[in-house]
């Protein structure tokens, strides 16, 4: 069911209406071969298409920023904790 057009792929692994599912591995989570299809409502393989495909470039770059964003309060919050602990260890230095 694999279309080409334009050099892209039109499996469901790419389309921005599938979510593919996750088995637990030992170690990390490993991609399954299968997924949910939004538009048809089952789970299909991730190798399957059909002609409601569209385009999941704008899901990796939204994701990205998401963890970009995730990323960078982090940040923060750990230089939050940092500065709180080197002021309460001048404060210590300072009683001693």
């Keep these: 069911m694999e279309e080409e057009k334009g050099g892209k792929s039109k499996k469901c692994v790419y389309c921005n209406l599938y979510e593919g599912y ?8 490993e991609r399954a ?7 048809l409502g089952k ?3 991730n190798g ?21 964003r995730a990323l960078n309060e982090i940040l923060e919050n750990l230089s939050a904790i940092r500065q709180i602990l080197e002021e309460e260890q001048e404060e210590k230095e300072r009683t001693e």
Excluded: H, M, N, Q
């Design 33 to 39: 071969d299968r997924g949910y299809c939004y538009r």
């Design 48 to 68: 399957d298409g059909c002609e409601s495909w569209k385009s999941g470039g704008r899901r990796y770059y939204s994701r990205k920023l998401i963890a970009a």
């Design 22 to 29: 996750y088995v637990k591995g030992p170690r990390r989570f």
């Design 43 to 45: 789970v299909v393989s």
